[in-house]
């Protein structure tokens, strides 16, 4: 059957070319790889390559002919046994048809239609099945009991990062791994985000399970090239036949005064990254569950984590083996006055200020998303659609934030919905202070979202 040639794209940006010339004439037989013709656009002159073997049976555009578009056929390669005679000779069409005079042009020639607002699809079964035996536990030691649980389960699973083995974390997270697991499995590392990242993407694309240890996610910054442009890309770029199952984790987000270059939040940062998945977990329940699933994922993870949240106790089921699914947010509270939607340690504000709320007869709705790539925009759609009126809370700067993308989604989903605008509660639009005093008033309050909640109810 004879195949079309058609005129390449050469760069992303190329719509039209040049036909500078033709390197092969009718008749001639091409392989793979040999050069046929060269193209000139408006930045350079380049080689155009064969794709397939064969005869050239027809040119159908000469050399010299300006303003050729991408994917005109340009000539016709035959297989064997084709003849020429068979080919159409018809010119092929450079430019469309100009639209008859009488053709609509415009949807201002159509009525309009109201927008559909199908019922989001929500997932609202139980994280754990009723009569569960709950035990309070810490995150700090609900988080080292999924990565453990994970490590008995599957050998392949590791744990690396500076201080994780000896010395036990430089949180505690890993305390007691280095005596159960061995070197071999929590493995402590020089100073090297850049390095040991490195490593790790390498054992992920062997098909070993690593748990990267930042000891601040600020430090991933040295390894950002190998998180973003390597493990989250390969299976893309592979065509599925290299991934890079790997869990990065460690602390994220503001502690107590540790400066600007220690208490920057990267969830947006991250949640923008096809290839990535991102948690950003709050109760110790989550942290457990989210971890073993990040563990098990056939994709990299990125589970941000906060120091100041190490140390709070919540329940956590006694299960054998609880996983918690991603993309799949909690309801802690449910309302029908106003929703009310965070994540990690922006949930403690967002439930301190739904109390305080409750006491003044406003009814929240409090929505912890859990995990932000991928995000249950359902559960807030359907939300929405019964309180009318949305506040998104989380600690990070206001430009390109998480509670941005929320508000487009909204507004694209359920705007007909909405009886008041969007409010995004962050922290402050400035480098994280040192000073104490100076750190408050860089934080988001409880406060804040108080007033936000009152501003969109209009109180």
């Given at each position: ?445 409880t406060d804040e979202v108080i007033a936000a909640v009152k501003k969109v109810i209009y109180k």
């Amino acid at each position: 059957m004879a195949i079309e040639i058609l005129m390449p794209a050469l760069s992303p940006t190329m719509e039209e070319g040049t036909l500078a010339k033709w390197l092969v004439k009718e008749g001639d037989t091409v392989s793979s790889g040999d050069i046929m013709a060269e193209i000139e656009t408006d930045k350079a002159t380049m080689e155009f390559e064969a794709v397939d073997e064969g005869v050239i049976g027809k040119i159908l555009i000469e050399e010299g002919t300006e303003g050729v578009k991408v994917n005109t056929p340009i000539a016709v390669l035959l297989e064997d046994g084709e003849s020429a005679d068979d080919i159409d000779t018809a010119k092929p069409e450079q430019a469309s048809a100009a639209v008859p005079a009488d053709k609509a042009q415009s949807s201002e020639d159509a009525p309009a239609g109201a927008m559909s607002h199908p019922e989001p699809k929500v997932d609202t079964s139980p994280d754990w099945p009723e009569g569960t035996t709950l035990k309070q536990q810490t995150v700090r030691e609900a988080l080292r009991d999924g990565m453990a649980e994970e490590m008995r389960r599957d050998e392949d699973v590791f744990l690396m990062g500076e201080e994780v083995a000896e010395y036990q974390g430089a949180y505690k997270i890993s305390q007691g791994m280095l005596d159960e697991f061995g070197a071999k499995r929590v493995i402590d590392t020089p100073i090297t985000e850049h390095g040991f990242a490195g490593i790790a993407t390498g054992a992920a694309f062997g098909g070993l399970r690593p748990i990267v240890e930042f000891m601040t996610f600020n430090f991933a910054m040295q390894a950002i090239d190998h998180i973003i442009n390597s493990a989250a890309k390969t299976l893309y770029m592979s065509g599925g036949q290299m991934g890079a199952p790997m869990v990065f984790r460690g602390p994220n987000g503001a502690a107590a005064r540790v400066g600007a270059q220690h208490s920057q939040d990267y969830a947006a940062w991250y949640m923008q990254i096809p290839g990535l998945k991102v948690a950003m977990p709050y109760s110790a329940s989550d942290y457990k569950g989210l971890m073993k699933t990040a563990i098990r994922d056939p994709n990299p993870v990125i589970f941000l984590e906060n120091e100041i949240l190490y140390g709070r106790s919540f329940d956590v089921p006694e299960l054998d083996d609880y996983t918690v699914p991603f993309g799949k947010a909690r309801i802690w509270r449910e309302g029908d006055d106003v929703t009310i939607v965070s994540f990690g340690i922006g949930m403690s504000y967002a439930l301190e200020a739904a109390d305080k709320l409750a006491e003044e007869g406003i009814n929240a709705e409090v929505i912890d998303l859990r995990t932000l790539r991928p995000m249950d925009t359902p559960a807030i759609l359907k939300s929405v659609m019964k309180t009318n009126r949305l506040v998104t809370v989380e600690e990070g700067w206001p430009q390109g934030s998480v509670g941005n993308y929320i508000s487009s989604v909204v507004m694209q989903e359920a705007f007909d919905y909405l009886d008041a605008p969007v409010i995004n509660c962050t922290g402050k639009d400035v480098p994280m202070p040192y000073a104490a005093n100076l750190e408050k008033h860089a934080l988001l309050t409880t406060d804040e979202v108080i007033a936000a909640v009152k501003k969109v109810i209009y109180k």
